[in-house]
């Protein structure tokens, strides 16, 4: 049953008992009884006025010394926001609670066990998806081309051309370039196409050469008997003949070629003037339209693809995330001092945290106070204590029955 209403019920049951008594013929039973019912009114009523007083004026009468709450309001908003600076919630005690716990290895027990659920996974893939779509690469484009130009135009570029060259050549690159220029240019001479194109330009080229005597003879009389398809098989067998002996590894040309290659590459390397130029191109074509429209394409085909794998990824519970999180817990494990260091540094952070901000608690204490109307604090009070304090109401009205009836019955005694 509500305090409250047993409170009322208390009170009403002695003033009830009271007037009872007073209207029945008086016996010894009767007299102890309306002595009991009496002094158990008179300590029910002066415990609701002190009840009542605590929150209120009683019938609303401005009686002094009551509504006491209200008219300490100030009085104690201050002594609960000390209460809770300096005994409950004190910089010390939150210090200390803060060092006893291993703040990382709980974060990761907690993290592993909700990364555990297959709902979580996918909930935090979906969060990633969405992030990705709302990326601005329209907007970040200017920004990109502007680092992509000054970080080319802050480069060493004759340095940095000559560490390409040196480890490309170490790495053999030149060669493989050169053999898949000639297994691609052999695929395309082998072509009939190709084969009566060359025919065709033999023959007008042969028709344009000018030489007198003899050899404008022997010419006039080869081109005569040649015809477009023998001098284009003829030149194409010579082309892909040559092509073949070049790809070959032990061909003595080979090596001329390469040997070529090489220097012609350390020399543009070695050339202030040609890498100023190309890495000026280079700067000048990132930020043209032409270099935005290729690098807007690049980062849209970058979205769409991690895209796609978000919704693989998806599809499947979203697995990947749990094995990338136990790979970095483990990885991290294999450092116990960074992992010490860390916790340090993080209590640290959080301990300066609260000593900077630790009077906030009272400031917020009294900011959610000052907010609250008088009938509002008091409701709120009577809620979280009236209950109990109607239970001085009732043990006053039992209390002063029970002594109402010793005193009435020491008066039978002594009479």
């Not at 990824?313 to 697995?319: A, D, T």
């Not at 540094?345 to 009272?362: A, F, K, P, S, W």
């Amino acid at each position: 049953m509500n305090s409250r209403y047993l409170a009322v019920l208390s009170l009403a049951i002695m003033a009830c008992g009271f007037l009872v008594t007073l209207l029945i013929p008086e016996t010894t039973a009767v007299f102890l009884l309306r002595g009991g019912f009496e002094a158990g009114l008179v300590g029910g009523i002066a415990d609701w006025f002190a009840v009542t007083a605590l929150f209120r004026h009683p019938f609303g009468i401005p009686i002094p010394h009551t509504s006491l709450l209200l008219k300490n309001r100030e009085k104690i908003v201050r002594s609960l926001i000390s209460a809770m600076e300096n005994e409950l919630l004190n910089k010390q005690s939150i210090e200390d609670k803060l060092r006893k716990l291993n703040i990382l290895r709980l974060s990761a027990r907690l993290l592993a066990k909700l990364l555990r659920k297959r709902s979580v996974r996918q909930d935090l893939l979906d969060f990633i998806t969405q992030q990705v779509r709302r990326l601005p690469i329209e907007k970040s484009l200017p920004f990109l081309q502007s680092g992509i130009s000054d970080y080319i135009r802050s480069i060493d570029a004759k340095a940095a051309a000559e560490t390409f060259v040196t480890k490309s050549l170490y790495a053999g690159y030149d060669e493989k370039a050169m053999d898949y220029v000639l297994t691609e240019a052999l695929r395309w001479v082998e072509r009939p196409d190709t084969r009566n194109l060359l025919g065709k330009l033999a023959v007008e080229k042969i028709s344009e050469a000018k030489a007198g005597g003899l050899t404008g003879f022997a010419i006039q009389a080869f081109a005569g008997f040649m015809s477009e398809d023998k001098l284009g098989l003829m030149l194409q067998n010579l082309l892909v003949s040559a092509g073949r002996d070049l790809l070959d590894h032990q061909n003595q040309y080979r090596e001329r070629f390469i040997r070529e290659i090489r220097v012609q590459l350390f020399e543009l390397a070695g050339s202030d003037e040609r890498m100023g130029r190309l890495k000026e191109w280079a700067a000048n074509h990132v930020q043209s339209p032409d270099g935005e429209q290729f690098l807007h394409a690049r980062l849209e085909e970058i979205r769409t693809l991690v895209l796609d794998k978000l919704e693989k990824e998806r599809s499947r519970g979203g697995r990947v995330i749990f094995a990338v999180y136990r790979t970095l817990v483990r990885s991290v494990n294999k450092e116990p001092e960074w992992i010490v260091s860390a916790e340090n540094r993080l209590l640290n952070y959080l301990v300066e945290l609260v000593e900077t901000n630790h009077y906030r608690i009272g400031l917020l204490v009294k900011d959610n106070l000052d907010r609250m109307d008088d009938a509002s604090l008091v409701d709120m009070l009577e809620q979280k204590i009236g209950e109990d304090l109607q239970w001085i109401r009732v043990n006053g009205a039992i209390c002063g029955f029970i002594i109402g009836l010793v005193l009435s019955l020491i008066q039978l005694v002594n009479h």
